[in-house]
């Protein structure tokens, strides 16, 4: 006995490429690597010491506090995973990389509060308070 399958294979084609769409598109918002996503906000500055993630910092470093509410809440904050993390500034006049080292509570979602050193990379400290955006790398 003999079976003619040949009529049938552009169908089984077909079936597998909407399988493989359908796999792929179920699967994309559970990846264990989101996309990046820059976020928006402003930035100030202020005068840092010993930040919530338990590091001391000075105004020559390249610091940043973010707000509270993508800082978290953890039992200990210096023991959050954000602590520590890299995230890169463009502002009105350059770009920095900051080491995340402390939390901004008088910050909405997105702005960010930096050092003196780190906020003359992006605008005159005259300005005080400029639009950024933002990312953690």
Known sequence: MTWDVSGS????????????????????????HPQKRAFSGTATYYEPGLGACGVFSSSSDLIVAVDAAQFGDTPNPSENPI????????????????????????????????SPAAFEKIADLEQGIVPITWDFI
């Not at 995230?87 to 509570?105: A, F, M, S």
Request: charged residues 10%; proline residues 7%.
């Open 83 to 114: 602590c520590g993390r890299s995230v890169i500034i463009n502002g009105p006049q350059g770009t920095v990389t900051c080491q995340v080292v402390d939390r901004c509570p008088g910050c909405s979602f997105g702005d960010l509060d930096l």
């Open 9 to 32: 294979a552009p169908s089984v084609k077909h079936f597998c490429d909407f399988l493989t769409l359908v796999i792929t598109s179920y699967s994309a918002p559970f990846s264990s």
